[in-house]
Structure formats: C-alpha cells, structure tokens
C-alpha cells in the first residue's frame, strides 16, 4: 500500500477558481471519528508539509514583475542616471514592463507547472510575450510622441537583459520543481469521496493524464463492501465519510474528489454538509455524466472534467497578497508600537509577580491548536490557561493594569509575532480558546457551522470585532453573530476589505463595553 501511495505524479495545469462559498453545513465533532490503524498510517505519512503548485506559480510571478523591475532600474541607474539625471518615467514604464509580461506570459499558460517544469515549451511563448510588449510600448510612446524621451541604448539593453533573466530563472526553476516531483513534495493531495466503479473510472482517467500533479491518498465511502469493495484501483477505501474530516485535516488534504454521479443528490448533498468545513477545493467528478453543462462549468486535470462544488478560501495568488500584507504591515506595526509594548510590559512587571507574556492554546487554520501569544492581564496563580471559565466585568482574577490592557486591546499586541510567525494573519476570524464554553456548551455545539471559520488563518482583528461582537460571550446569540460575521468575511476577502478592517479597528477600539 505504502508503495502505491509514494508514488510520485508529475505536474499539470492547475485547477480554474470558483467563487462559490457554503451558506449552510454542519460543524465537525470535537472528539473527531476515530480513523482506523490503515488511515492512520496512511495520514501520519502525509503529515508533512508539502509544496503547492497554486503557491509555486504565483510566487514565480511576484519574483518575474520584481525581477524586471529591478533590471529596469538597475539599467536606468548605469546609464541614464549619469547623463540626464533620475527620471520617473523610466520608474513606472519599468513596472509596467513587469507586470504587462506577467499579465502576457498567464494568457498563455507559463505560470502553470507543466510549462515550469519543461523550459524548453517555455522560451518560445516568452520571446513572443516580450517582443509583444516591447512593440506595444513602442507604438504607444511613439503615437504619444514620447518616444524622444527614452534612451534608445537603454530600450535595447532592456529588452536583452529581460529575455536573459527569463533563460536564467526558467532553467532553475525548471530543475527545482523536477526534484520537487521526484521526492513527492510538489503535488496536490486529493480524496476521492465514493467508491465502487464510478471511483475505479475516475482513478484510471487520472492516471492517464500526462503531468498529473494530484496525488489519491486513498478512498471514503459510507457504503458496505458490496458496493464499496476495501480497495478500488489499487487505492484503498481508509474509512466513513464522518473519518474524512479528521483525515482531511492530519494529512494536510488539498482535494476532495466526489465520484458520486450527479443523480445521487440527496447522497451528494449530505456528504457535502458534512464536508464544507475543511479548507479544500471540492470537485463533483464529471466524467461519466451524461448531463452536460456550459464548458465554463468545468474545470479540467488533462481532459477529466469536474464541476467546481467550493474553492478553497484566499487560496493561490490571493494567499500570496495576504500573506505580504501580514508581513508587512505587522513589521511596522511592531516597529510603530514597540513604545507602547514596551511601557505595558514595564507596568506588567511592577503590578505583578509573573512573566510578561501569557501564552494560550487556540484553534488555528485547521482547526489546528497554536500558541498565542498575549501580554498577561491576571494574577498568575490564577490565570485560566485552559479557558475554562470565561472573563466577566470587574473579574477578581485580572489585575489592575490587565483591566485596561483588556479594556483597550493592548494585551492583544503580542499576537503581531504569531503573525509573523505565519500563525495568525492580522486580520481574520479571532482564534478561540480550545474550551470556549457558553452555558456549559463548546462553542462548536452552539453554533452549526463553527469550524467553517477555520478555513483561514485566525486574525488578530476581525469584521466581527469592529462589527461589536467582541469581549464576553454569555449566551448562544453572541457566539452564533460572530460566527455569522466569520463566514461572511471568508466569502467576501479582499485586501481592500483587510485595510479597511485595520484602518477601523482602533476606532472601534474605542468601545469598551463588551470587554473586561
């Protein structure tokens, strides 16, 4: 079995994205099925982080706008510099150069990893990509009567070092992401969900697919073995569809494939419920229906075609997007606050025996457990690290400097290095503590639903926050509001959306009267 599941597949083109979010779906039990001694080998084998073709492609198209960019500047600085001075306008056509190619060499496919991994398909597309770009600088400055502007030595010299960088880059990256394939860590790992003959077709045409970057970690089905044989293509059926979830989240799936025809809707939708709440693509197999829909409902691994069910949220370039966002903001916000940090932790300390920093198990992305971090705002002997009992108004536990470092956030300042750290994002859904409780209940048996806010990083701020729902929860309303709140920032994420979050949260700051 072992040597079924490491065998490696090589790349292909990535997935279209939908944007299609959940509006309903079950929460996933706290104590998860409990997977059998097969599934739990076959998860602790996947446990490991692996690389994603959506990341690899859109990093390589951040570095190819920097990259020439830098060229262009670089040139502009040798040669027009010295003669005529720093002029703006070779800046800004220099960025456009970049991201007109990038915009360019995406139409027609370079950034997908079969192209990366084959540099020879490559140099051809890019050659007319950057003769195209060139030709339509040219014609524009030359009908804006801007020609004259520009160095004719350092049009040339562009052009020539643009094309060498792109040789450079392709032959390394196309050897980087051969030994990616070749040691299993470029790939993306996918489930197919329903057994029998419809999964046995499904499984062979995939195979069959040249550059296939999916790699089947095995099979779920909630039928007998009847209709659901233990082992399908040579892949085997590791459990129930309630098991998928937790085997989803241990070995990092990136995939749900749903072989069930289309017929089977009342089975296609039950399953679905239960499923929504992992951070997955999930595709509805298409291959043998007979019901056939506009070809911009399909997406396609070589000529397999799948309806598009749910994306993965702030996935491919948009993760990229935020993720820069994060780290960028949160180094000058560590850089811009460290004078307020600096004088809570002195206060901390004087107020109080204890460490600074109080440290709590949270849910993460995943429904994963992290660390977070947080300036300490009770008596140590007797801080609540497991959350069992939740903070009220005027709380003998919290002491005099943790009642206004809770009452204006500023205990939450700390959290900046989870961010960092790539644990949190400054802005998404709070991370709640591992026993959050409202009226003797788990959070996730309040809410229908709940672990679908874990289908992105936790953040530090959140729609819900700067929406009022913050500080204590005391009844079933207040928790169900933040999830509701949640949910709609995960079906509508932007940057612009992430900004504006930030720029209103220390207006919002301003009402304390939900916090204690």
């Known amino acids: 079995m072992n040597d079924i599941l490491a065998e490696d597949h090589d790349p292909k083109a990535t997935f279209s994205r939908a944007n299609m979010m959940a509006q309903e779906g079950g929460s996933a039990p706290r104590n998860s099925a409990k997977l059998s001694h097969r599934a739990e080998q076959v998860a602790a084998q996947f446990a490991q982080n692996s690389v994603s073709p959506f990341a690899v492609a859109a990093w390589i198209r951040l570095i190819d706008v920097l990259m020439i960019s830098a060229i262009g500047l670089a040139i502009t600085f040798v040669y027009v510099v010295p003669i005529d001075g720093f002029r703006w306008n070779y800046a800004v056509t220099v960025v456009l150069l970049g991201l007109l190619t990038v915009t360019g060499l995406q139409a027609v496919d370079c950034y997908q990893v079969a192209s990366l991994r084959t540099h020879m398909r490559q140099f051809g597309r890019f050659f007319m990509v950057w003769t195209a770009v060139f030709a339509m600088f040219t014609l524009s400055a030359f009908f804006m009567r801007m020609s004259l502007d520009f160095s004719r030595v350092w049009f040339g010299s562009m052009y020539l070092a643009g094309f060498g960088w792109f040789i450079l880059s392709r032959l390394v990256v ?104 992992l951070p997955v693509d999930i595709r509805l197999s298409a291959h043998t229906n007979k019901l056939r829909f506009r070809p911009r409902a399909y997406s396609y691994v070589g000529s397999v075609p799948f309806l598009d069910v749910f994306d993965k949220p702030i996935a491919d370039w948009d993760s990229v997007m935020k993720r820069t966002f994060d780290i960028v903001f949160s180094i000058f916000g560590l850089i811009a606050l460290s004078p307020v940090m600096l004088v809570t932790a002195i206060a901390i300390k004087a107020n109080s025996k204890g460490p600074v920093i109080f440290r709590q198990k949270r849910f993460g992305f995943n429904n994963e457990v992290i660390d977070v971090l947080k300036f300490r705002s009770m008596y140590v002997d007797q801080a609540d690290v497991a959350a069992k009992k939740v903070v009220t108004k005027n709380d003998p536990r919290v002491t005099s400097v943790g009642r206004f470092i809770r009452k204006s956030s500023i205990d939450e300042l700390p959290q900046l290095v989870n961010v960092l750290r790539g644990e949190l994002s400054l802005v998404g859904p709070r991370p709640h503590a591992v026993n959050a409780h409202t009226e003797n209940k788990l959070w996730d048996e309040v809410v229908d639903g709940y672990f679908g806010r874990h289908k992105v990083k936790p953040g530090v701020t959140g729609w819900a926050q700067v929406n009022g729902w913050r500080g204590e929860v005391d009844n079933p309303e207040k928790i169900q509001k933040r999830v509701e709140h949640d949910l709609y920032y995960i079906e509508n994420w932007s940057v612009l959306f992430d900004l504006y979050i930030c720029i209103i949260t220390p207006i919002k700051l301003l009402n304390t009267e939900n916090a204690y």
């Open 174 to 277: 196309s050897n980087v992401i051969r030994r990616w394939t070749r040691d299993g860590r470029l790939e993306r790992r996918a489930v197919i969900v329903g057994g029998g003959e419809n999964a046995g077709d499904l499984i062979s045409s995939l195979e069959a697919q040249p550059h296939n970057d999916i790699r089947i970690c095995g099979i779920f089905d909630d039928r007998n073995s009847d209709r659901s044989p233990p082992m399908v293509a040579g892949y085997p059926k590791l459990g129930t569809i309630s098991e998928l979830v937790e085997f989803g989240r241990r070995a990092r799936i990136d995939m749900l494939i749903v072989s069930l025809p289309i017929t089977a809707e009342s089975r296609v939708l039950a399953m679905l419920k239960q499923l929504w709440v």
